[in-house]
T-cell receptor, first 118, second 111 residues
Framework: GAGVSQSPSNKVTEKGKDVELRCDPI?????LYWYRQRLGQGLEFLIY????????KSGLPSDRFSAERTGESVSTLTIQRTQQEDSAVYLC????????????????FGPGTRLTVL | AQSVTQLGSHVSVSEGALVLLRCNYS??????LFWYVQYPNQGLQLLLK??????LVKGINGFEAEFKKSETSFHLTKPSAHMSDAAEYFC?????????FGAGTRLFVKA
């Protein structure tokens, strides 16, 4: 596609419900990132996928958070038993393959999913 | 480990005035530094990046930033602000795949 897309753009849910957020990266981008952006704050790294390698989940804040990615395509971020503190914008980004010769490729961001937990 | 500090959560300038957004970083390895811009209800867009080539980096929309190792700074500047520059700006540092973002500075441009 032309850019990174995310769905839904907005999600309102009740405390305790599960939510699933979707990210479609740019075609051919092997690296995919999830970030959380709380109101008025910077981006908080959540998880990183690179091709078929094991993902780096070091940023996930609790075991209620999980993410999957099918090959080098779509990724879903799942939040179980949502809490009000989970309210934030969840941003997805993708980049071309990172390697020793090109480790810092530009990340292309989607528009985000605004999650509101009531 | 890397970290980023952006001085000033809000900056207000008049149209046509100099824009200066401050960023200081900490890195245990030679850093790669970035500035991203976020317009309302949009994702982040790369403005410019420093990757150990020239210390003065030129980006899109007339922005530039200078890497100063002695000051561990990577401040973003633009000689003349335009109303369309009103947005949130994020400085970021990377020492590997994981990029650490600053808290952001919201730029207001007054007519």
């Amino acid at each position: 596609g032309a850019g990174v897309s995310q769905s839904p753009s907005n999600k309102v849910t009740e405390k305790g419900k599960d939510v699933e957020l979707r990210c479609d990266p740019i075609s051919g981008h092997t690296a995919l990132y999830w970030y959380r952006q709380r109101l008025g704050q910077g981006l908080e790294f959540l998880i990183y996928f690179q091709g078929n390698s094991a993902p780096d989940k070091s940023g996930l804040p609790s075991d209620r958070f999980s993410a999957e990615r099918t090959g080098e395509s779509v990724s879903t971020l799942t939040i179980q038993r949502t809490q009000q503190e989970d309210s934030a914008v969840y941003l997805c980004a993708s980049s071309r393959r990172t390697s020793g010769s090109s480790p810092y490729n530009e990340q292309f961001f989607g528009p985000g999913t605004r999650l509101t937990v009531l | 480990a890397q970290s980023v500090t952006q001085l000033g959560s809000h900056v207000s300038v008049s149209e046509g005035a100099l824009v200066l957004l401050r960023c200081n970083y900490s890195s245990s390895v030679p850093p790669y530094l970035f500035w991203y811009v976020q317009y309302p209800n949009q994702g982040l867009q790369l403005l410019l990046k420093y990757t150990s080539a020239a210390t003065l980096v030129k980006g899109i929309n007339g922005f530039e930033a200078e890497f100063k190792k002695s000051e561990t700074s990577f401040h973003l500047t633009k000689p003349s602000a335009h109303m369309s520059d009103a947005a949130e700006y994020f400085c970021a540092v990377s020492g590997g795949f994981k990029t650490i973002f600053g808290a952001g500075t919201r730029l207001f441009v007054k007519a």
